[in-house]
Nanobody, 119 residues
Framework: EVQLVESGGGSVQAGGSLTLSCTTS????????IAWFRRAPGKERERVSC????????YYADSVKGRFTISRDIRKNTIYLQMSSLKPEDTAVYYC????????????WGQGTQVTVSS
């Protein structure tokens, strides 16, 4: 069974930092792309960043480029999202999701972790 478990959310003031973790199990890490999405109240879900563990290739949304860093620990089957220079508009529930390489959608999701940035 594919499982993704997020942790590391919390409350922080603008300009602060947080690191989210997504611990995965039940699938071969290298055969997937792992992404971080977020959903803010009243807004559509946004893909923030993703990584292909096999080779470390990454993607960042323009809204977070230069402030967020995605990384992976292959030994721990874990993906991290380091978030710095946080803004109130980064407030959202953050989810990690897995997409099999070659698939067209993310079909495995974690339960989400809340990030709240106050001004």
């Amino acid at each position: 069974e594919v499982q993704l478990v997020e942790s590391g959310g919390g409350s922080v003031q603008a300009g602060g930092s947080l690191t989210l973790s997504c611990t995965t199990s039940g699938f071969t890490f290298d055969d997937y792309v792992i992404a971080w999405f977020r959903r803010a109240p009243g807004k559509e879900r946004e893909r923030v960043s993703c990584i292909r563990p096999r080779d470390g290739a990454t993607y960042y949304a323009d809204s977070v480029k230069g402030r967020f860093t995605i990384s992976r620990d292959i030994r721990k089957n874990t993906i991290y999202l380091q978030m710095s220079s946080l803004k109130p508009e980064d407030t959202a529930v953050y989810y990690c999701a897995a997409q099999a390489v070659g698939a067209t959608k993310y079909n495995s999701w974690g339960q989400g972790t809340q990030v709240t940035v106050s001004s």
